[in-house]
């Protein structure tokens, strides 16, 4: 099966790999696949408190190339963007812009599940906050 | 030397050149049947055939009347296992196999099955090989025929054939093998083994695709099996349709050479081999070996590299030619069922790479290959959150993973 260039593009230059500081409050992780199913991906956002925009993404992944050209792209798309744009980001964007065959789907829905896992770890935390009575951006 | 560089010769191999040359007289100015009994052309034919049976039974140590030929291993299996059940039916309906076959026996299983017969598939030991034991307890006044394989074309781990063969004989039940991985790469004997059918097939030592050998045991005991193709009763009647003549000067040449080179061909694959391994090994952690050592195929290595999803792995070192368990390699989506066969697990066999290792392979090749997966490697861990929570002393298999 032959990759598409932005597939390969990615993968030969993942963008944004790394990791944020999980403890940080304005971090949000989000941890979704398995190893037995050979994909797991870890995308973090960190945002900024007062515009709610997603100053950071950072991600890392183990599974094939085109799960690794799907979250790459997701941390590319999230910066910049508030949390609530992100979360308007669909799998099929994805899927189009890298041109995923069909098998490849499934690295799609994951990396739009890790944008969804990190944006609730996100917003848990700042519900605690709120409840703990700390200063917290209210929800536009 | 040249990229790509191809290490994948359990998929297939090469023609060799000196194949090629004893083949091409019998494409267009040698071009007769070989069943035409009343002129040249077919006299020709016929003793191009002769010639290669017994190339062919000499590799094996059998006598050129045992060697029946079809098109390839897939027929060869399909006809010696289907062919001596419904032969034997009156004797017995139960077959034993091992679950690490190549489909073309575990479907064939499957078949006979659903005809009525009883299977049963011995799992494997840790180290890829059959337990005697097991199998001695499988066995059933019932029991007809034992298929299993000579070596496994994903780790390259050679059963017991011996000891199967002399077990089966003991009981009277046919002993069919699989060798379409080890026919030409290591010394066999049909005889000295007690194998009564073995398969082979000429792409997999530097033959021509599309021809392969059935070897049918003629005497203690004589193998009788019904044809499983209606024709004009070439191959005494086992197998009908017209010879591939081209094809099997092919497959005699390549057996020829095979028994020729073998012993020398062998050290020097297994020198290339423990290089090419040991060179990865001492540049990275957390590599597992899938498969017995000591009883393997010269120049077969298979390595779960943890952490790195095979078919990332695979597009990284994209001038090298190998092959992956990875489901996302794989038509069923699923992980090698040959390594899950073992006991390898799940996050494993995803990480896992063959490599096979052939005649026209160099040590420049060989180092070549070293550097480039130790250097994907490292790169793709870098990507890996599962490499960085190991590093951090989290054992990954007391996480819980989100459903996907």
């Known amino acids: 099966m032959a990759y598409s260039e932005k597939v390969l593009d990615h993968y030969n230059n993942p963008r944004n790999v790394g990791a944020l500081d999980k403890n940080d409050p304005n971090v949000g992780t989000g941890m979704v696949g398995a190893p037995e199913c050979g994909d797991v991906m870890r995308l973090q956002i960190k945002v900024n408190e007062r515009t709610r925009v997603i100053e950071d993404a950072k991600f890392k992944t183990f599974g094939c190339g085109s799960a690794i050209a799907s979250s790459s792209l997701a941390t590319e798309w999230m910066k910049g963007k508030t949390v609530d744009e992100a979360l308007a980001i669909k799998n099929t964007d994805i899927v189009n812009e890298l041109s995923l065959p069909p098998v490849k789907i499934h690295c799609s829905v994951l990396a739009e599940d890790a944008i969804h896992a990190a944006i609730k770890d996100y917003k848990a935390k700042l519900g605690d906050r709120a409840e703990a009575g700390q200063p917290a951006e209210t929800p536009a | ?404």
């Open chain 2, 1 to 404: 030397m040249q990229t790509p560089i191809y290490m994948d010769n359990h998929a297939t191999t090469p023609v060799d050149r000196r194949v090629v040359d004893a083949m091409l007289p019998y494409f267009s100015a040698q071009f007769g049947n070989a069943a035409s009994r009343n002129h040249a052309f077919g006299w020709e034919a016929e003793k191009a055939v002769d010639t290669a049976r017994k190339q062919i039974a000499d590799l094996i140590g059998a006598t050129p009347k045992e060697i029946i030929f079809t098109s390839g291993a897939t027929e060869s299996n399909n006809l010696a296992i289907k062919g001596v059940a419904e032969m034997y039916a009156e004797r017995g309906n139960h077959v034993i196999t091992s679950a690490t076959e190549h489909k073309a026996v575990l479907d064939t299983c499957k078949r006979l099955e659903k005809q009525g017969y009883r299977v049963t598939y011995l799992p494997v030991q840790r180290d890829g090989r059959i337990d005697l034991q097991m199998l001695e307890e499988a066995i059933t006044d019932k029991t007809i025929l034992i298929s299993i394989m000579y070596a496994n074309n994903e780790i390259g781990v050679l059963q017991p054939v011996a000891e199967i063969g002399r077990l089966a004989h003991g009981r009277k039940i046919l002993f069919h093998t699989d060798a379409v991985q080890a026919a030409g790469k290591v010394p066999i004997n049909v005889l000295a083994d007690n194998i009564d059918l073995l398969s082979l097939s000429g792409h997999k030592f530097y033959g021509p695709k599309g021809v392969g050998a059935l070897y049918v045991r003629r005497k203690n005991p004589r193998v009788q099996i019904v044809a499983q193709m209606d024709g004009g009763g070439h191959e005494r009647g086992m197998r009908s349709g017209t010879l591939n003549v081209p094809g099997i000067v092919g497959l005699g040449k390549a057996c020829e050479i095979c028994r020729q080179e073998m012993p020398e061909e062998s050290k020097r694959l297994a020198y290339l081999r423990d290089k090419l391994k040991e060179g990865i090994l001492a540049e990275l952690d957390e590599c597992y070996i899938n498969g017995s050592l000591e009883h393997r195929l010269p120049h077969n290595i298979n390595i779960s590299f943890a952490f790195v999803e095979g078919e990332s792995l695979l597009m990284g070192i994209n001038d090298v030619a190998v092959s992956s368990g990875s489901a996302c390699t794989s038509a069923t989506l699923e992980p090698s069922y040959v390594l899950k066969a073992l006991g390898v697990g799940e996050d494993l066999a995803h990480t896992s790479i063959r490599f096979g290792l052939g005649r026209f392979n160099t040590e420049e090749e060989v180092d070549y290959v070293t550097r480039r997966v130790v250097e994907v490697v490292k790169r793709l861990r870098d990507l890996s959150p599962l490499y960085d929570m190991a590093k951090e002393g989290i054992d990954l298999s007391t996480v819980s993973w989100g459903a996907h």
